[in-house]
């Protein structure tokens, strides 16, 4: 199958997953008191940038994702790193002169200490003035966003303002997984979206999402706006009608209310999807399960453990499963694909996708029939622009070293080194000859 020529074919990183040393990150310190393994060095993607432009050479690929590291460019509230900001511009140069596209991401998963030493609540904080005022969280935000984006803008086309908002929101105040800690899974309707009409953490997000549309617009009127948005493949856990209705309330609450709320405001220029596997949605058997669903995510069965997760009507597939317990379900890509086309008939470009494996062929065969989906979805007229891969190289995955996502191995005890891992070889054929 031959893909559309210009097809964008490229990998994924996010800062404090590989550049290392970023003691100013809220997450550094959280990863002591979680007793997570220390990110500590990481890929040290600080000093190795070149060796990542290397690899992504080594792939033929034409674009590169990353992510700017806040906590790094402003240390301290309202103090910026005009050293950082002159490191990550190095980059991008270096890309460009590459024939490789960056595409920056302002925000994936980490936040400075500082933030939260300033507003406690994080995102929860709502704005003090009324409607359309920016929360605090929000306005100290765009303050970095204003910066890099007056910094970089020149050079930089592509622009994602957040990675995965619901996914990170969840872990930080509904699960509690990332700071600043919060939970609110009894409440999670109004905590999230408030009392219908933009409220709540995810309105502050938009509302966010939106200033920084509006400056990245102001530097650069050709820029290409969009978020990474975490879309599982739903479906229902069962033939009854209330799983049907569960995948409505939970595809609402996790991927679609975020994304109606920006495309009204007309800020997506594109979207960007990252797909990982398909989710089983079911009606929960008790009422104060929150939102009445049971998403059957390998995250949950693992905080409840199987046999309440069970019990409470969840559902796994029977797919083999990646080292991250994640089903490998292909078609699932093409599925989510189409229903983006069909809901905004935007653009759609492949944010993230991968697996972590350490298997010979586990990578090319999950890339095979990945493309493959996406090949059918372009087939049927879906605008698929580009394809990410998620990882370039090995990373932390918040909190262990154990999954290797990359399609670059980081030798940990021997110098940080990177050697392809299985599916590079594969990778680069596509990229080079655009087609599967
Ligand atoms: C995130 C990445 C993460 C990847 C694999 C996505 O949810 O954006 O940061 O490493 O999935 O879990």
């Given at each position: ?199 709540g953490l995810v309105g502050r997000v938009a509302r966010a999402h939106k200033e920084a549309y509006r400056i990245i617009h102001r530097e650069v009127p ?160 879906v605008d698929v622009e580009g394809y990410l891969h998620w990882s370039l190289i090995d990373n932390y995955e918040w909190g262990s070293y154990r999954p290797?996502?990359g399609l670059f191995s980081v030798d940990r005890d021997n110098g940080l080194a990177r050697t392809p891992a299985s599916g590079a070889e594969y990778y ?9």
């Open positions: 199958m031959k893909f559309p020529t210009g097809f964008i074919w490229g990998a994924s990183t996010a800062a404090y997953q590989i550049e290392g040393g970023n003691e100013h990150s809220a997450l550094w310190d959280w990863e002591r008191r979680k007793g997570w393994e220390r990110s500590g060095a990481a890929a040290g993607s600080w000093e190795r940038w070149r060796d990542d432009v290397a690899c992504l050479k080594r792939l033929n690929l034409k674009a590169y994702r990353f992510s700017v590291e806040w906590s790094r460019i402003e240390p301290r509230p309202g103090e910026f790193d005009e050293r950082a900001l002159a490191r990550y511009r190095e980059m991008v140069r270096a890309l460009k002169d590459e024939g490789i596209r960056p595409i920056v991401c302002l925000h994936h998963f980490s936040e400075p200490a500082w933030l939260f030493a300033q507003v406690p609540d994080g995102w929860l904080t709502p704005a003090a003035a009324g409607r359309g005022a920016l929360a605090p969280a929000a306005e100290l935000f765009i303050r970095f966003v204003d910066k890099v984006v007056t910094y970089m803008g020149g050079e930089v086309r592509d622009w994602l303002t957040f990675n995965e908002p619901l996914v990170w929101l969840l872990a930080g105040y509904g699960i509690g997984q990332f700071p600043p800690g919060r939970r609110s899974l009894l409440s999670l309707q109004r905590t999230f979206y408030g009392n219908y009409g933009g409220g050709e820029a290409r706006v969009s978020i990474a948005q975490h879309i599982g493949d739903l479906e229902p856990a069962g033939d009854r009608k209330e799983d049907r209705d569960a995948v409505k309330v939970w595809e609402r609450f996790m991927h679609a209310r975020l994304l109606d709320l920006l495309h009204h405001d007309a800020t997506l220029d594109f979207l960007g999807i990252n797909y990982y596997t398909r989710i089983y949605v079911a009606a929960s058997r008790l009422p104060f399960v929150p939102l009445g669903t049971m998403p059957g995510y390998a995250e949950v069965e693992e905080l409840l453990g199987p046999r309440l997760f069970r019990w409470l009507g969840g559902r796994r597939g029977d797919r083999p499963r990646t080292d991250m317990g994640w089903e490998i379900v292909p078609e699932g890509l093409e599925r989510v694909v189409k229903r983006c086309w069909d809901a905004y008939k935007l653009p759609i470009l492949i944010t993230e996708n991968g697996l972590a494996s350490t298997t010979a062929h586990g990578r090319e065969d999950y890339l095979k029939s990945h493309l493959a989906a996406l090949g059918r979805a372009l087939a049927s007229g290797k996502f680069a054929e596509v990229a080079r000859t655009n087609r599967l």
